[in-house]
């Protein structure tokens, strides 16, 4: 069975690709039609509306939108590289971006970006670098996303306990979390799950640590440790469930079922949380609580052109048209996500009128770019079963941290030597 | 259903047949394996090759490959997660394998003359077989939910303490291993029913008449001549446990505490493929596999001589 399913997959994706790519055409004649890769439904009516607007700019180009679900998106796209069939434009992410403009597949856009006047400055320089590799541009951001923390405002009110603000630091969460836990009707104060976006980095970021600094990773660092050890000494006083209790209903759920009182979510959710009834009446957002440090986590999608392509010019066009205001703006008022453009954002502050949406713009004065190398997914995949034991109350976090440290040193000495 | 020693049988015959009438009838029988054949070659053996000739390459994530020798193989004896994920796996074939006993317990029950609605419990049984196993493990992890679970729900009502069946690295092999268990059990069912049928009713009666009870019929009548069909099963049922994945690729997630505890060796090179593009060293990976699965099947067949009768 399995290797059908597997066979099946690797068979059916560049087999889909190809009909669907068959519409295409050529350069000239009636037009160009462009593919446009993307994984987020959530996405798309916004994406359809900027395309909308493009093709009314570029009446010769149309752009197609092919969706592949998150689960499926990076294996699909590799099969069609090497098949020839990938989308003309697609989005990339930090995690796989260094593997893909290594690896020759992704169009440079340094020169294109200044023939034009691409308004790159416009968007936070710290993601525009994510974009680039040994000097040379290849993606531009459209949006970010920064980690902060959600409270439910109910509970707080219930245990009598001022709302969290920009001055909070990490022993008033500490407390508001030893307060908010009430084990009788099974709320937990906080949720220190085992992510790394949304927890691990952030934490480790305001102890003062980092993951992954001039080719060395900083697990085994003194001060990573000890914000790792914040979150498992959350778990370990019982304020936070366990990791294995998050495995099944993750910390995203349980605040929506309001079984926690406070946890650490991306800007990206506020859609969803907004959708929920209970959340819009009485969520509340904040600024990450400050440790050593302020910081969170800062990352965003950029849109790129294949290398492969053989519509580059209209690739381009698009590109361009999607880093500049007009898109951004109608990206930002669609809801999903914020627009990566400087000023843009009010339309995104303005659809969800009920949250203080404002503090996820604000946090990017100290975000830290989300952490990445060329072959990211290998040492990623190290530190959950490493760190899992630590987040199930287990305890060892310092040498499970210290292991974690020296295994992923040596992965970064394997990616730099082949 | 005593496969082997018929296809043994008919191995013997085709053969003076074949040196009675050689050019004719082999030149025919070649038109019929044909289909077979090619779609074996293509779609087994060239893979097989190439995945041989890949495991000595570091493989690019976008095409081309480079020769680098012995070192995936290198890689794959060092690396303490595959000896792991190794030790994992020949524990799911040891949980696999008492899946047989339930079968022949359940097929012999089933056997029984006069029963009524013997279609209806083999088809009850055979349904988690034909069940997709994504469904399967979705469901089972409903079922073993720390927090709303039905098995929790029940245990509570012993006072048995709230667990995280799934996630708990004591608990999660033996999680997964009871779901691969329930669902292979009504294929062997159905092989060792078919088995049984195999079997002259008038033994039975014999041993009736000389006063045999329905325990020692059992043991020594069913099980002997059963044996033949034990061992297909058994061989068929050592394979399938040791290229397991889909199950434990549903039902455990990336972030559980217990993923170290349940990898397999074919999740493994799922991972190592498909996520950390290091395909070289998943071919190397895989390769190994299917040497340990031909060593395994190979020991079974020798050892088969010394328990299974061929009546």
């Known amino acids: 069975m399995r290797r059908r399913t597997l066979l099946g997959g690797a068979l059916a994706a560049p087999l889909l690709a190809a009909c669907s790519g068959g519409g295409g055409g050529a350069d000239g004649g009636g037009g160009t039609t462009l593919s446009y890769g993307m994984w987020d439904p959530a996405q798309a009516p916004g994406m359809e509306k900027i395309i909308a607007a493009f093709e009314e700019r570029h009446p010769r180009i149309s752009v197609r939108i092919e969706l592949t679900p998150w689960a499926s998106y990076w294996t699909t796209l590799k099969t069609s590289m090497r098949g020839g069939t990938a989308p003309d434009v697609f989005w990339m992410n930090a995690v796989n971006f260094q593997l893909y403009a290594a690896g020759g597949v992704l169009e440079p856009l340094s020169g294109h970006i200044e023939a034009d006047a691409t308004p790159v400055d416009h968007h936070p320089d710290s993601l525009v670098r994510l974009y680039a590799y040994r000097g040379t541009q290849y993606g531009i951001p459209k949006d970010f996303d920064t980690v902060g923390l959600w409270y439910n405002k109910a509970l707080f009110d219930k245990a009598g306990i001022k709302y969290p603000d920009a001055s909070w630091t990490w022993d008033d969460l500490r407390d508001a979390a030893a307060e908010l836990t009430d084990p009788r009707r099974r709320v937990h104060g906080f949720a220190a799950e085992m992510d790394r976006q949304m927890k691990i980095y952030p934490a480790v970021c305001g102890a003062g640590?980092?993951?992954?600094?001039?080719?060395?990773?900083?697990?085994g660092d003194e001060r990573s440790i000890e914000g790792l050890r914040f979150l498992t000494d959350m778990i370990d006083r019982g304020w936070s469930p366990p990791q294995s209790a998050m495995v099944e209903s993750v910390g995203r759920v349980r605040y929506w079922s309001e079984k926690v009182a406070m946890n650490y979510d991306l800007s990206a959710m506020a859609g969803q949380m907004y959708a929920v009834p209970a959340l819009k009446d009485h969520g509340g957002i904040a600024v990450l609580p400050k440790g050593r440090r302020r910081a969170t986590i800062i990352h965003g999608l950029a849109n790129v052109i294949s290398a492969k392509s053989r519509k580059k010019a209209a690739a381009w066009k698009f590109v361009h048209?999607?880093?500049?205001?007009?898109a951004a703006e109608i990206q930002a008022k669609a809801g999903a996500t914020i627009s990566s453009y400087a000023g843009t954002q009010d339309a995104w502050l303005k659809s969800m009128p009920e949250f203080d949406l404002k503090h996820f713009i604000e946090m990017q004065k100290y975000a830290v770019p989300y952490p990445s190398s060329e072959n990211t997914a290998v040492w990623e995949n190290l530190q959950y079963p490493l760190l899992g034991?630590?987040?199930?109350?287990?305890?060892g976090i310092e040498s499970a941290a210290r292991t974690l440290g020296e295994q992923m040193d040596r992965a970064l000495e394997e990616e730099r030597a082949s | 259903m005593s496969v082997f020693p018929s296809t043994a049988a008919s191995k013997a015959a085709g053969r003076t047949a074949a040196t009675r009438s050689k050019p004719r009838g082999q030149r025919t029988a070649y038109l019929f394996i044909a289909p077979l054949g090619l779609g074996f070659a293509?779609?087994?053996?060239?893979p097989l090759l190439q995945t041989f000739y890949f495991s000595f390459t570091e493989f690019g994530a976008f095409g081309g490959h480079t020769f680098i020798g012995t070192d995936n193989y290198l890689r794959v004896v060092k690396d303490v997660t595959v000896w792991q994920a190794l030790g994992n796996t020949?524990?799911?074939?040891?949980?696999g394998l008492t899946a047989l006993p339930v079968a022949i317990v359940v097929a012999s029950l089933l056997n029984r003359r006069g029963l009524r609605g013997v279609a209806v419990y083999r088809a009850l049984y055979f349904v988690p077989f034909v069940t997709l196993p994504v469904a399967v493990g979705l469901v089972w992890n409903w079922l073993y939910n720390g927090d709303f679970g039905l098995l929790n729900e029940m245990l509570s009502r012993f006072g048995v303490d709230r667990h995280y069946w799934v996630s708990d690295p004591s608990t999660a092999v033996y999680a997964?291993?009871?779901?691969?268990v329930w669902s292979s059990t009504g294929y062997y069912l159905?092989?060792?029913m078919a088995g049984i049928k195999g079997i002259p009713r008038d033994y039975y009666e014999a041993a009736e008449i000389d006063g045999a009870g329905a325990l020692r019929r059992f043991f020594t009548i069913t099980l002997p001549l059963l044996s033949p069909t034990i061992f297909f099963a058994s061989v068929i049922c050592m394979i399938n446990s040791l290229q397991t994945f889909d199950l434990i690729y549903i039902m455990m997630a990336e972030k559980n505490p217990a993923i170290g505890d349940t990898q397999s060796v074919v999740g493994l090179f799922y991972k190592w493929a498909f996520i950390e593009n290091a395909q070289g060293a998943a071919a190397a990976l895989a390769f190994l596999l299917m040497l340990l699965i031909a060593a395994l099947t190979y020991l079974q067949f020798r050892l088969q001589k010394r328990w299974v009768h061929y009546g």
């Open chain 2, 42 to 46: 293509v779609f087994y053996f060239w």
């Open chain 2, 176 to 180: 997964i291993g009871t779901v691969m």
């Open chain 2, 90 to 95: 020949l524990f799911y074939s040891l949980i």
């Open chain 1, 389 to 395: 034991a630590a987040f199930s109350g287990k305890g």
């Open chain 1, 321 to 326: 048209f999607m880093a500049g205001r007009e």
């Open chain 1, 209 to 219: 640590g980092f993951i992954l600094e001039d080719g060395r990773s900083g697990f």
């Open chain 2, 190 to 192: 159905i092989i060792f």
